[in-house]
């Protein structure tokens, strides 16, 4: 059984899960009497989803692991094809975020409400992505896919470290590591709380 993308993708993840239940956790709290840190944090995560899960953790699932996947296990196609229909609307929808996030920012709380639904209907719709590969396509692909193809995902996987990750981080991500890290509340950072910021649970 292969540990190494396999893990990295669980990893990766992570991260991003956890990114999703901070955002979500300082909207239901707002941005109370710090709007300027408050924005400052959400932008930065959403460019951190924008940026690096969209650009490239997905690519090299569609590029390289869904096509041996449905190589070895013919029959997960369907299940492949609804994940790579959520990977083309996922760049989408995470600028969509980034847009209406702005206005709330700039045009003030009667844009608040259009951020608020669409960010618990993004963060819905991630978690549900991420849950499926876990618990119908990485236990096919442990059991199915060939040393050779293991050596070929853990090599993609390892050029591009998750800048939130353990590890090294990717070049020129040092600022984007440091603002989300050092600025946000837990689970995501080290930053002092936002009215006591609690992660949502699932």
Do not use: C
């Not at 050092?182 to 936002?194: D, H, Y």
Request: hydrophobic fraction near 45%; aromatic fraction near 8%; charge should be negative.
């Amino acid at each position: 059984m292969n540990t190494g993308a396999a893990q990295i993708i669980r990893d990766q993840h992570s991260s991003i899960t956890a990114v999703l239940r901070s955002l979500v956790a300082m909207v239901d709290k707002g941005p109370a009497d710090e709007p300027e840190r408050f924005f400052d944090v959400l932008r930065a995560m959403l460019f951190y989803i924008d940026e690096y899960p969209e650009q490239h953790h997905h690519p090299k699932e569609s590029d390289l692991l869904f096509p041996k996947l449905v190589r070895a296990a013919p029959e997960l196609m369907p299940v492949i094809q609804a994940l790579e229909a959520d990977h083309m609307k996922g760049e989408h929808k995470v600028r969509a975020l980034q847009h209406l996030l702005l206005a709330w920012e700039l045009l003030g709380e009667s844009r608040r409400a259009d951020f608020e639904q669409a960010a618990r209907q993004y963060v819905s719709f991630y978690l549900e992505h991420m849950r499926i590969e876990e618990v119908q396509l990485l236990p096919a692909a442990q059991r199915l896919l060939t040393p050779a193809d293991w050596a070929e995902l853990d090599a993609a996987f390892l050029a591009d470290p998750d800048p939130l990750g353990a590890g090294a981080g990717l070049p020129g991500f040092d600022r984007l590591f440091t603002r989300i890290v050092l600025t946000a509340p837990a689970p995501i950072g080290v930053g002092r709380s936002l009215r006591e910021v609690e992660p949502i649970s699932t």
